[in-house]
């Protein structure tokens, strides 16, 4: 089992940043490549960054890439996602996942654990 507890969000005009943390507890943290989803109301959850096992391989979406950065640091077992430029649209509730595997992912099927989300709300 891993435990993830997401951090950070909260409200930011349109230009600025925030950074989302997410700390895990319980499984071997290295051995779990992680990811950072989104959701808006009434819309389906969508990819927005992963990051391999040991941090060496990081993907991101389209719609971010070039503005957020996934990091991550195994030995406090903590994932952050770095957002600048934030933009309107990146307004939604942030979700950190975990799966059981080194190799990241994009897909939400291929994650196992889930933290409860965090708003980001950027106003324009």
């Known amino acids: 089992q891993l435990q993830l507890v997401e951090s950070g969000g909260g409200l930011v005009q349109a230009g600025g940043s925030l950074r989302l943390s997410c700390a895990a507890s319980g499984r071997t943290f290295s051995s779990s490549a992680m990811g950072w989803f989104r959701q808006v109301v009434g819309k389906e959850r969508e990819f927005v960054a992963t990051?391999?096992?040991?941090?060496?391989?990081?993907a991101y979406a389209d719609s971010v890439k070039g503005r957020f950065t996934i990091s991550r640091d195994n030995a406090k077992n903590t994932v952050k996602l770095q957002m600048n430029s934030l933009k309107p649209e990146d307004t939604a509730v942030y979700y950190c996942?975990?799966?059981?595997?080194?190799?990241?992912?994009?897909?939400?099927?291929?994650?196992?654990?889930w933290g409860q989300g965090t708003q980001v709300t950027v106003s324009s």
């Open positions: 990051i391999s096992g040991s941090g060496g391989y990081t």
């Open positions: 996942a975990a799966r059981r595997r080194v190799s990241a992912a994009t897909l939400q099927t291929d994650y196992n654990y």
